[in-house]
């Protein structure tokens, strides 16, 4: 991403690059990180090409870098990110502390002291603190809304992939106790024991728990699985994830909802949504966003940031160093796998074909709504992909499958979806690498119903696989 930041007069100290001496093999059915001097067998996600951390400058010492928003996000995810940034500048006595609510996390510079400043009360907050230039970024655990995008507009495109960064994924888990035997649910039934509608699964009259209304996992939630109804006046309202945990994993006959890294010692349930298969919240269902309710979870800045140091934090937090400390972090990072995946029974003969002895990459590509532009998080996912491809330990076959909505007529909808695979393809080519074969298969496969926007987008899909 090039701002007017990125000037020559620039002294670049520090490299994002990961090792490049790195190696990969393949364990438990996905690439995974091998020690240098070993054979390498397999494909990874190498190190991001020379994107380079500025030297810090005297403006950065002057005031806090403001992160506002996402109380997921800056409880344990901002923190961590603040500090490893501020390693990897260079800074000494790197400390965290705690007050007001808020989480400083700072280091001594060239210049002085940098600090990051984090105040969490939830995603909303992000978009009012960026309308009032009271932060520099905005962390949201939803996506931006319509209504805020205007509000945001002189700021830039806030949909661009200059503003809007996909930063991690989350699955949102509903929860029972360990004691309860159900195991999975339909959209529909998570729906009505959370509106209050039929307070009844399994001839069980459920306990609801809830995050408060401040929350973006509360409005993710209401969004995905509620059809934007709000929870039950009935449940138990609580401000944390792990507090829901908590109060689950007491009461035998509780339901919740949290993100995936707090389901904790409760059983997470399988969901059906349409004629898709149920799903449960695992990272592979999550990384490819197949899991009926996975969310994004986002930073979004101005287009042209005035700090440089903003857009070089940015930059870290999603570079391959940055992804590997969202998976520890217990989130489920962008950097790509590639698993072996079993074709789906009713698929076509010529998916099935192609598929069989595959590897599918963790990721869709997905697109803008109604056109085959690609939407931000798509645009950095071709990056991960060429690099990822290019340091195969021999070149891989990569094929690409389309995939509709069911909203157009059956001809149509496969010359769409083969002409979205193109798209993919096109751009792939541009960074130097070929693809094998382009194919669309139109509104086959759905993984979501067809009949909410959310279902569709999530049809509408490019899906990578390899041999």
Request: charge should be neutral; include cysteine; charged fraction near 20%.
């Amino acid at each position: 991403m090039n701002t007017p930041h990125s000037l020559p007069r620039r002294v670049f100290l520090l490299s994002l690059l990961l090792p490049a001496c790195a190696y990969w093999q393949q364990a438990d059915g996905e690439v995974q990180p091998k020690t240098a001097g070993a054979t390498a067998v397999a494909t990874s996600d190498p190190p991001a090409p020379p994107a380079q951390l500025g030297q810090p400058q005297p403006s950065d010492a002057d005031a806090p870098v403001r992160l506002v928003g996402s109380t997921t996000i800056g409880q344990t995810i901002a923190p961590r990110l603040a500090s490893a940034f501020l390693a990897k500048m260079g800074a000494k006595s790197i400390e965290t502390q705690e007050a007001s609510g808020k989480t400083t996390v700072s280091g001594v510079g060239p210049h002085g002291r940098i600090a990051f400043e984090i105040d969490a009360p939830g995603s909303s907050a992000a978009f009012d603190c960026l309308a009032k230039s009271t932060c520099e970024v905005g962390m949201s655990s939803r996506p931006i809304q319509q209504d805020e995008i205007s509000k945001l507009a002189s700021l830039g495109d806030m949909t661009s992939d200059a503003a809007e960064h996909v930063l991690a994924l989350d699955g949102i888990a509903v929860i029972v106790n360990r004691a309860n035997t159900l195991d999975k649910v339909t959209v529909q039934q998570v729906a009505s024991v959370f509106t209050g509608a039929t307070p009844s699964l399994a001839s069980k009259e459920l306990h609801v728990v809830s995050r408060d209304k401040q929350s973006g996992t509360y409005e993710s939630f209401v969004q995905l699985a509620l059809g934007g109804k709000d929870v039950t006046d009935r449940a138990h309202l609580v401000s944390s994830g792990e507090d829901v945990s908590t109060a689950v994993a007491k009461d035998e006959l509780a339901i919740g909802f949290v993100g995936l890294a707090q389901v904790g010692s409760n059983r997470a349930l399988a969901v059906q949504d349409g004629k898709g298969p149920a799903r449960a919240p695992t990272l592979a269902t999550i990384s490819t966003e197949d899991y009926p309710f996975t969310r994004r979870l986002f930073f979004y800045t101005p287009e042209h940031p005035q700090r440089p140091i903003v857009h070089d934090f940015v930059e870290f937090s999603l570079s391959d160093e940055g992804q590997q400390l969202i998976d520890q972090t217990g989130f489920v990072s962008l950097n790509i796998k590639a698993t072996p995946a079993a074709s789906p029974q009713d698929a076509p003969e010529a998916y099935s074909k192609w598929t069989t002895g595959g590897q599918r990459l963790s990721f869709n590509f997905r697109f803008r709504a109604g056109g085959a532009a690609l939407e931000s998080k798509s645009i950095r996912d071709i990056d991960r992909m060429s690099r990822f491809i290019r340091a195969a330990a021999s070149r891989p076959r990569v094929a690409l499958f389309g995939f509709t909505d069911d909203r157009g007529d059956g001809q149509k909808d496969i010359e769409v979806s083969r002409q979205r695979a193109k798209v993919v393809a096109d751009a792939l080519k541009k960074k130097g690498i070929d693809t094998d074969i382009v194919e669309g298969f139109g509104s086959v496969l759905p993984v979501a119903s067809n009949d909410t926007p959310a279902g569709r987008m999530r049809n509408t899909r490019v899906e990578v696989w390899l041999h």
